[in-house]
């Protein structure tokens, strides 16, 4: 009888430890949706700081971001949970990397958290671009 109560009590423990672990890993990972791309979100995403823009009211996407009084015009390509921004040539290759990182909604936010920064010299972590429409 007393074993019988022993195993009770185990089996609740280990069964409120388990629905623990799905709330964990519910919560932590339903934070961004990434069926939903911005493109489908808003036409034009803006970030302050730098300035940098992603214009999709046209038929072919408008981006580019000013540094040190220079306006660089990109290409920026988001897929899944990753952000790359790549610099153009003449002949429409994608050339160069100057930034990627990975990108989640926060609230209304897209937050791009920098990996790779070859523009900016690690001064920015991330970039936080608002909806503007």
């Known amino acids: 009888m007393r074993t019988r109560k022993v195993i009770d009590i185990c089996m609740i423990c280990i069964g409120c430890i388990f629905t623990l672990f799905a709330l964990f890993v519910f919560f932590f990972t339903g934070g961004s949706d990434y ?48 952000f790359t921004a790549y610099l153009p040539s003449d002949d429409d290759v994608l050339n160069e990397v100057l930034l990627h990182g990975t990108w989640k909604y926060k609230g209304e936010n897209m937050v791009v958290k920098i990996k790779t920064d070859n523009i900016f010299d690690g001064v920015y972590k991330e970039l936080v671009f608002v909806p503007q429409n």
């Not at 540094?67 to 990753?82: L, N, P, Q, R």
């Open 35 to 82: 069926t939903i791309y911005p493109r489908e979100k808003a036409s034009l995403w803006v970030c302050e700081d730098p300035y940098f823009t992603i214009d999709y009211t046209g038929e072919k996407s408008e981006c580019y971001f000013m540094w040190e009084d220079k306006k660089y015009e990109v290409f920026v390509g988001i897929k899944s949970d990753t």
